[in-house]
Structures are given as C-alpha cells and as structure tokens.
C-alpha cells in the first residue's frame, strides 16, 4: 500500500502496467540497499558488481501490438462491442479514426474539407492553434485518464471517446494518436494498414507485429488502391510554382529548382501525352496507355534527364526535411514572429505521392514495373461550383473545363502486400475467401496456416 501511494503521488495508485512499455535507456530510481545477491529458481546466487547490492532481473521480452484492420469506421463498432464480451475486454487499446469522425472544435467539425482546415487551424500563420488540441496532453494521453472520463474500464466506442472528448475540451483525433503508444491493440481501417504514407504519417511500424484483417476479401483491391497513384495537371503546375517562388526566396535553391525542372518537364509531358491520346476514346474523354516498362522508359529519356529517378529523389527528401524543420520554426516563433516561407503541403503530397508510386515500380530491380499500367486522360469535366439552367440548378450554362490526368494503375495486390511480410503474423479471416489458392496467390504469400470451415449449406442439397 505504500509503495503505490508513493508511486502514485498518494491520490492515484501506479499502474503496474505500465512498465510493459517503460523505455529500457530512461534512468531508473535508485533501489534501497539489499544483500548482494538473490536466489534463481534453480539454487543459484548471482551477484552484481562488488556487493552492489541491485537485483539484475531476467530480460523481459516485449509483447507484441495488436493491429485489427477493419473496411470501415463503422464495422470497429462491432468489434469492440464483441471484444467487451471476452475476457479481455479490459486491454489497453486505441482506435485510429480521421477527422471526419473524432473532429469536435465547433467551426472545423462543420467544414467540408477537415483534413486541410484542421492543418491551417494548427499553423499559427494561419490560425494559431487549436484549444481542443492542446488539452490532449494534459487531460487524455493516458488509458487511465481516458477510461476515468468514459466511465468504464472496458474497451471502449469511438462514440463514447468522442463524447468525453467534448466532455473535457480534448480532441478525440490527436488523444487515439498518444494513446496508440501505449495500446496492446489497435483498431483502424485497412488503409491505415496497409498505404505506405498513412503508415509513415501515423507513425505506424509493422515490424514484429501482429497484423489481423477482418472481411480480408477486400483486401485485394485495398493493396491494390493503396499501391496506385492518380495526379492533375492543374496540380502539377501549381507545385511548379510553388517550388519556384521557393527559389526566388533562397531557400534551397538548388533543391528546389531541381525539382521545378522534374515538374516543367512532367506537365510538358503530360500536355503532349494528351493531344496524342488515341488509344481509348469515348464521348467526354480520350485515353493514352503505356505498360510499366515502356511508359518508365520515356520518363527515363525525358523526364529523368539530365538528373535521374535518383537525384529527384534525394532532392525530395531533402525538400521534406526543410518543410518538417521550417513548420517547426514557424510554429516555435508564433503568430506574431517573422516567418520562414514554407514548401506547400499540396506540393509535398503530391511529389511525395508520385514518388511513393515510383519506389513499387523500381522495387527488387524494377520486378513490379510490369504490374503496373500508366495512362494520361485529357478529359471534360464539370467545374467545381459550375452550376447549369433548369433542372440541374440555378445560374448560366454549365461550366466545362478541360483536365488532363496521369494515372498509375496497380493490377497486382502483391505489390504494396509484400511490404506487410515483416509482421511476425498476418491472420486474414473472411466468410468469403474460398477459394484459398488463388487469394494466396493474388497476395503472392504463402500461408503455412490454412482453415476452412464447411459450407452452411449442405453438399447435396
């Protein structure tokens, strides 16, 4: 009883618990002064140092995460209504979800782009941060507190999270963040699992984990989503601008200016793509098809020259790294500080997606490039906020504008699946998985553990 008062400040008793992530480098309280040495199992007597007096406990091994993949937000419900039922149902856990459903600052919740508001609303250039946010740390960064405000000490609903989120002025979305560190398991969508960059944005490690895939029938097209890539002209050209008014101010120029060169000569390329594109038409759209190795061939001959694949990808990567830094800087200096002018984040993403898709296709010497299928399509569509007379709506005629998009088409799921192969186990559970060969072989992954239920159904009828 002591020793958790002491441990807990005297109201709030320590949680056991939590030395089963406590980081092994972080300096430890000094132990009382004991007898120099302490009796194993087998008789033994093992001393530290020359009477030391401290115990040196058998290493302990660290249990692995949990990561359950769901296809929506709305089936982890069901799972968390399920796992209540188990005796389990007190394990720490976290449920990853976007802001469209955690979101509860009153003026973001309501606007139709969270994501990109949200993100503004934390620049404090722009919008000096978020109240909601900032109580993260102090009211919900722990499971204790957390259930202490739900009132439960089972596993819990998003709903329920969302309500003691508005209960106390905390953000629900970056609170499941802080408590994902600390959670022996994770609910989340597919996509969080299984796309390269939201793993890398939610900081979400596969390595020796274990990995569960409900409703894995649609796992298929999910890799094969994740692993493809589709960018505008009008995009294009606007982070070409961007990295040259990054030039004109000096900040990395070199960097920045190789990548306005790659981005001239990527919007060239697709312009003349798009008067040539004969290969599909239809009423409103024409299309332009290359196989992997020949469309990677142009772009070697003109877009990767006089710099190649290479070079633009450690331009990137330092360009990234100057955005990361700068973002900080502003942030550190505040609203009413000089600020350092920074790569856009549309840029960022898009040249990060580009290149995100590039990396599978030069993978293990270029092995998936044939997986793949590059297209560019010049296209009329609807302008955004066009309205039409009559039925369609009110105002002039309808607004047509003429876009051009490249596309990257993944066919085969065993390009972005062969990334999850690091995981000490992947268990993919359906009702509809039969026949199991042929989804092994689409995943390209053996599976040395195979179950197959009977059919409800009998045979003969």
């Known amino acids: 009883k002591a020793e958790s008062l002491g441990g807990g ?39 530290v140092g020359a009477g030391a ?39 720490r856990m976290t449920i990853l979800a976007s802001r469209e459903h955690t979101c509860i600052h009153p003026t973001i919740s309501k606007s139709f782009n969270k994501n990109q508001d949200c993100q503004d609303l934390m620049d404090r250039r722009k919008g000096g941060g978020c109240r909601f946010q900032a109580n993260v740390k102090q009211k919900m960064a722990s499971h204790h507190s957390v259930r202490a405000y739900i009132g439960s000490d089972q596993a819990w609903d998003l709903e329920e999270l969302v309500k003691a ?10 609170a499941t963040r802080e408590l994902k560190n600390s959670a022996q398991i994770i609910l989340c969508p597919y996509n969080y699992l299984v796309e390269p960059r939201i ?37 294009v050209t606007a982070a070409l601008q961007d990295c040259e008014r990054m030039v004109e101010h000096d900040i990395l120029p070199g960097v920045h200016g190789g990548l306005a ?3 001239s000569r990527l919007g060239t390329w697709m312009q003349k793509s798009a008067e040539d594109a004969k290969d599909y038409s239809d009423f409103n759209s024409s299309t332009k098809v290359w196989t992997g190795t020949s469309g990677m061939a142009e772009w070697n001959e003109i877009l990767f020259y006089p710099e190649t694949y290479g070079d633009i990808k450690i331009k990137l990567q330092e360009a990234l790294k100057e955005q990361s830094a700068a973002f900080e800087q502003n942030n550190e200096d505040g ?11 549309m840029t960022s993403d898009l040249l990060d997606g580009i290149f995100s898709v590039l990396d599978f296709m030069h993978r293990k010497d270029s092995l998936y490039r044939d997986d793949y299928r590059m297209s560019v399509v010049k296209a009329q569509e609807r302008k955004k906020g066009g309205k039409a007379r009559g039925w369609t709506g009110k105002g002039d ?8 998009t490249l596309n990257f088409w993944c066919l085969n ?19 509809t998985l039969s026949p199991m060969v042929t989804f092994a072989s689409e995943l390209e992954v053996k599976f040395p553990i195979t179950l197959e239920a009977n059919h409800v159904i009998d045979k003969s009828q």
């Open 397 to 404: 005629v309808p607004s047509l504008v003429s876009t051009v």
């Open 413 to 431: 799921p065993g390009v972005c699946f062969d990334e999850m192969l690091d995981c000490k186990s992947i268990v993919l559970t359906s009702g």
């Open 165 to 174: 989120g508005k209960k106390v002025k905390a953000c629900p979305y970056y």
């Open 335 to 345: 609203a009413d500080e000089g600020h350092t002018k920074v790569l856009s984040k």
């Open 199 to 235: 793993r890398k944005s939610m900081e979400i490690f596969l390595k020796n984990q274990i990995v569960i895939l409900d409703e894995a029938h649609n796992i298929e097209d999910s890799a094969r989503e994740a692993a493809s890539g589709k960018f505008k002209l009008d995009d």
């Open 261 to 263: 060169a790659f981005l």
């Open 53 to 91: 007096g401290y115990l040196r406990m058998p290493k302990r091994k660290k249990c692995p995460r949990i990561y359950f993949g769901t296809r929506t937000h709305k089936q982890v419900a069901q799972i968390v209504r399920e796992l209540k039922k188990t005796a389990y149902s007190g394990v």
């Open 9 to 47: 400040g005297g109201f709030i008793p320590a949680d056991p618990d939590d030395d089963d992530f406590a980081d092994p480098t972080a300096k430890k309280p000094a132990r009382p002064e004991a007898s120099s040495g302490y009796h194993l199992p087998g008789g033994d007597i093992k001393t």
